[in-house]
């Protein structure tokens, strides 16, 4: 049974910090695509962050120099580090695996169409 586990979502003041840990089972981990996803209220799916089997990582403009996305292949485990947190980056952050660009929907609906998803993990920045 494919299972991905995001944990360390919270509320926290603009400026400071969490760490996303999204634990994951039932399929090759160290051939996969991770990536973060997050789903504001009223928004689309979007993209925050991914790292590719090879490494690669990808980060959207908001984010860039704030998020650290990190993997540990031994603990079959990805992370998303993030810094100087503003008010817009609140929202439920989902984990997935080999899913990409979301196509324009809610994550919940993205969730359903392909990839493996965790069930997201509630990060709420106050101003």
């Known amino acids: 049974?494919?299972?991905?586990?995001?944990?360390?979502?919270g509320s926290v003041q603009a400026g400071g910090s969490l760490?996303?840990?999204c634990t994951a089972s039932g399929f090759t981990f160290d051939d996969s695509d991770m990536g973060w996803y997050r789903q504001a209220p009223g928004n689309e799916c979007e993209l925050v962050s991914s790292i590719s089997d090879d490494?690669?990582?990808y980060y959207e403009d908001p984010v860039k120099g704030r998020f650290t996305i990190s993997q540990d292949?031994?603990?079959?485990t990805v992370y998303l580090q993030?810094?100087?947190?503003?008010p817009e980056d609140t929202g439920v952050y989902y984990c997935a695996a080999d899913y990409g660009f979301?196509?324009?929907?809610?994550c919940e609906a993205e969730a359903r169409t392909a990839g493996y998803?965790?069930?997201?993990?509630?990060?709420?920045?106050?101003?």
Do not use: D
Request: net charge positive; glycine share 18%; aromatic share 4%.
């Open 1 to 9: 049974e494919v299972q991905l586990v995001e944990s360390g979502g």
């Open 19 to 21: 760490r996303l840990s």
């Open 55 to 57: 490494g690669y990582t």
């Open 73 to 76: 292949l031994a603990k079959n």
């Open 82 to 86: 993030m810094n100087s947190l503003k």
């Open 102 to 106: 979301p196509t324009g929907g809610s």
């Open 117 to 127: 998803w965790g069930q997201g993990t509630q990060v709420t920045v106050s101003s």
